[in-house]
């Protein structure tokens, strides 16, 4: 197919054909419609949700405009985190350096805001012409009395999997300094959940019915406090592929404190995740194991009839997905098994070998599997396969709508919250509303698709 | 709970930082313009966080798919210069997406290691990167000077720079629209008709930001000048410009090497700006006002005049773009309201004393800031409210803080729909603004009223 670049096609595998070796992990070609972002952008969606920390963007506007509360990682008190701050590099700055402006800009800040940290970004431009970002946290920090720490998330040294290592070693300089002397010993701390939609809160609350304390949430809903003394805990669970690993690895060489990696989308991984903690903890707190199934029955005897409803409409029905991480992918195909839907391609921005080898694993034959993808390739396969609906974040959106398809975000701008059993039920009511919406019948290719189901099935 | 709880209500000078910007940088303004042309694919040179950023909140205004390429660069490109990644950039592109013409745009990170387009270009032209019948345009727009206005500005003067004179006069006009919404620019080619002056507008958008579902992905829908139109643009008798931020650069430089005469006006909102706007279109026409337009113009009057009693003495904080304000503050005082608080992130002196002007002898004091941001905009409105708020969406946590309606009126607005759909520009974008405005201003007074003075009729 045309739409393919030539040295795009080890990007792309068919699941079944063969043993997957997907080509990932390599820098996006030049001049490709790529949908991958760079360093700042892993770094800031990380630290973003750290809602009473000052975060402050060392280069010119643009950078702090485009992540200017753009998650919707919500807090349930200070709200710092949703202002917008700039050192607006000018021209002059560019020539001359702006360490002094940045210098003045914290000095300013700090005093006005009182967070309880800042984190200063470092933009392309600031790698370029050189400021001693380092040096100038280091000061403001003895000046202030308040952790300042330089992120470098210069936008050109990567795509955001090199974002998401800067902003685990920012935040790494923060463990260590709080008291921990209130820390249960049944305590995990919930990395890489940046509380979209209040998901946090529900995941939270399970832990809170199966007697396990949360001692910092990484990020959403963060708060410095709580990650400075987060090397307390005596597990780290680790959601979301690539955001925070770095971090609990880190973790567990300094401060020897486990992790066990986690997902709270779909019923299984939800249900897996919560038992494995309850299993991690059993012999400190050996009823832990029965309220845990406890809350599973009755999550579940809630949901299921639920979900058995929706499943009457969507069966059969074909799904495309386009994620950011792989893990989350691993998580959906699942999930939409319990809906009797079909994946047929599954995309990611920043999968590994091993969780391409682990997609080939859980997809059916045929399924197309593709790094890094572009919005023709997308569009051609979502017409090949006849894809009703579309997983994506908000610029496959409106390809997804023009090709007559549904969708549902599974990314930034996910309104409804899609984690813990609940989420599962608002995650397919999310996707039944879209599939099953009246204005597809609207559109010339699919309209006359509905034709020839229908003849097909009166020949039947 | 107050979403803006941290902004304080004493007002400081601040030198080294902006908070909660009126502006963003120069690539998202030019990537912009670039969906003007016919079958073009936006580039950006530098970092492909940049690209991702502007698809991004391009598509949320639009609700379009918004697609753009990259050179992708990494820290050899930042090195070594970014001539491979984009030789190789067009490449790809012109083997894979086809498109007619690139429009690239340089960032902070090209334009500080010193990458040239045009020795690009010609590197290209040379060693045939750049396939027979495409089209190459490029424009600097360094992130760190000016604002996304100076970016979109610098794009159009690239279009302008295609001409090529023929030394005989086409007998058409051009029009700059500047940033405005697609729909606006379809309708000031509609007004254009029916003056009857055959234009060449560009950018446009009209066609291409607002189209339709088909069931097929277009990566180039149907609307847009074409490269064709723009070689001829330096045939035309004449150039308007709407919008000194926005356009006359590339008017003027018409003017200059092409000997196309110009002229530059704001944009046309609202009544005044817009019967400026009708009265040069037909001069160039040579005819009277049509009486079509008289009659939209006729419509927009009366409505104002049948309610007047409650635009009055209305307080308005507007924030946005130069030229876009300039208009809408004198419409906003055509009105008998009050434009109190004018920001713009974009810098500009002239800016300030045109608002001046247009506020004078008013029985108010403006407060106008170019180089602004919504930090103090907010601080203003904390230590003397009003009763409109008139900018984008990023005005929605002061609208809920304060309890002040908002209408969404620029870029970006990520909240709401009909931008891309309804003119603002005109008579009949008159009368949009304005229905818009009353029935903000006039929902809120049937919330507040007290139960005693509810009225059925208003």
């Known amino acids: ?137 280091r000061k403001m920090s003895e000046k202030k009395g308040i952790p300042v720490l330089p992120v470098q998330s210069e936008g050109f040294k990567g795509s955001k999997r090199e974002g998401y290592l800067a902003a685990c070693k920012a935040m790494f300089r923060l463990i260590g300094g709080g008291d921990t002397s209130d820390v249960s010993p049944v305590s995990v701390n919930i990395f890489g959940d940046f509380n979209l939609a209040g998901e946090i809160w529900i995941v939270r609350e399970y832990f809170r019915k199966m007697g396990v304390q949360v001692v910092a949430n990484v990020t959403g809903d963060g708060r410095v406090r709580d990650i400075a003394r987060c090397h307390g805990a005596a597990l780290n669970l680790v959601q979301c592929s690539g955001a925070t690993l770095d971090l609990a690895r880190m973790m567990e060489d300094k401060y020897d404190i486990p992790y066990e990696r986690v997902s709270y989308l779909g019923i299984e991984d939800m249900a897996d995740s919560l038992y494995k903690v309850a299993d991690f903890f059993k012999d400190r707190d050996p009823g832990i194991v029965e309220r845990t199934q406890a809350l599973v029955r009755e999550e579940l005897e809630a949901l299921m009839p639920e979900l058995a409803r929706m499943r009457r409409d969507l069966e059969g029905r074909k799904v495309a997905m386009y994620v950011g991480g792989s893990f989350k992918a691993f998580s959906l195909v699942k999930a939409f098994r319990h809906l009797g839907m079909q994946v047929v391609l599954v995309g990611s921005q920043t999968g590994t070998k091993e969780d391409y080898a682990e997609l080939e694993q859980i997809t059916d034959p045929g399924t197309v599997i593709i790094d890094d993808a572009n919005p023709l390739e997308l569009s051609h396969f ?79 | 709970m107050a979403l803006l709880k941290h902004t304080p209500t004493e007002v400081m000078e601040r030198k080294s930082l902006v908070i909660n910007p009126a502006k ?39 609700k379009e798919p918004i697609s753009a390429s990259t050179s992708s660069f990494t820290e050899g490109a930042s090195v070594f210069g970014g001539h491979a990644n984009l030789l190789q950039a067009m490449n790809n592109i012109f083997s894979v997406y086809e498109p007619e013409v690139i429009a690239v745009h340089t960032t902070c990170l090209s334009e500080t290691i010193g990458d040239d387009l045009n020795q690009i270009r010609d590197k290209a032209e040379k060693t045939g990167k750049l396939p027979e019948g495409k089209t190459f345009i490029g424009a600097p727009t360094p992130s760190y000077v000016g604002s996304h206005v100076t970016g979109f500005s610098n794009m159009v003067k690239a279009m302008a720079m295609l001409a090529e004179p023929s030394g005989k006069k086409n007998g058409k006009v051009n029009i700059i629209p500047g940033w405005v919404e697609p729909c606006d620019m379809g309708e000031i080619k509609r007004l254009a008709a029916m003056v009857g002056v055959d234009i060449t507008l560009f950018p446009d958008t009209d066609g291409v930001l607002n189209a339709p579902l088909t069931g097929e992905y277009k990566m180039f829908p149907d609307g847009g000048v074409t490269v064709k139109e723009l070689k001829r643009c330096g045939d035309a008798v004449g150039t308007l410009a709407l919008g000194e931020w926005c356009s006359a650069d590339a008017a003027r430089w018409l003017d200059s090497k092409c000997k196309v005469p110009c002229t530059v006006l704001d944009m046309p909102f609202g009544l005044a700006a817009t019967d400026r706007f009708i009265d040069v279109l037909r001069t160039v026409a040579g005819v009277s006002v049509p009486d079509a337009v008289a009659f939209e113009r006729g419509q927009l009057v009366d409505m104002i005049s049948d309610m007047h009693q409650y635009l009055y003495g209305k307080r308005v904080a507007i924030w946005g773009d130069p030229d876009q304000l300039i208009s809408m503050c004198e419409f906003l005082v055509s009105l008998d309201m009050q434009p ?105 007074k049937d919330r507040d009223d007290p139960e005693t003075q509810f009225e059925l009729v208003l």
Request: net charge neutral.
């Open chain 1, 382 to 460: 979502i017409k090949e396969k006849d894809v009703d609906v579309f997983v994506g974040g908000v610029k496959e959106r409106p390809i997804a709508f023009k090709l007559g398809v549904g969708f549902c975000d599974h990314n930034h701008e996910r309104k409804e919250a899609l984690e813990g059993f609940e989420g599962m039920l608002n995650f397919a009511r999310e996707i039944h509303r879209s599939v099953m919406s009246p204005v597809w019948q609207f559109v010339p290719r699919r309209a006359n698709r509905a034709g020839r189901n229908r003849k097909e099935a009166v020949n039947e």
């Open chain 1, 1 to 137: 197919m045309s739409t393919i670049l030539e040295e795009r096609k080890d990007q792309i595998h068919l699941s079944g054909q063969g043993a997957i070796d997907i080509a990932c992990n390599r820098e996006s070609l030049a001049g490709a419609v790529s949908q991958r972002a760079c360093v700042f952008c892993g770094s800031r969606v990380v630290l973003y949700p750290i809602a009473d920390a000052l975060h402050l963007v060392h280069g010119p506007i643009g950078c702090a405009v485009y992540t200017w509360d753009i998650r919707g990682a919500l807090s349930s008190g200070p709200e710092l985190h949703r202002l917008s701050f700039s050192t607006d590099l000018q021209e002059t700055d560019v020539i001359f350096g702006g360490e002094k402006k940045l210098e003045a800009a914290l000095d300013e800040l700090i005093d006005r805001h009182s967070p309880k940290a800042a984190f200063v970004y470092s933009t392309c431009i600031v790698g370029i012409i050189g400021d001693d970002v380092e040096a100038v946290c």
């Open chain 2, 340 to 444: 109190v608080y004018v920001v713009t992130g974009t810098p500009g002196k002239k800016f300030e004393k045109r608002i001046r002007e247009i506020c004078e002898g008013q029985p108010f004091e403006v407060k106008v800031k170019a180089k602004g941001d919504m930090f103090e905009m907010h601080q203003w409105i904390k230590n003397e409210p009003v009763d409109l708020l008139i900018g984008n969406t990023y005005g929605k946590y002061m609208a809920r803080d304060e309890d002040i309606p908002l209408l969404r009126w620029g870029f970006p607005i990520l909240d709401r729909q009909g931008h891309q759909y309804f003119p603002t520009v005109g008579y009949k974008g008159g009368l949009r603004l304005l229905e818009k405005i009353l029935g903000l201003l006039l929902d809120r």
């Open chain 2, 24 to 62: 963003t940088c120069q690539p998202i303004g030019a990537m912009y313009a670039s969906f003007g042309i016919h079958g073009c694919l936006p580039h950006s040179h530098g970092s492909q966080g940049c690209c991702a950023y502007h698809r991004s909140t391009l598509t949320r205004h639009y």
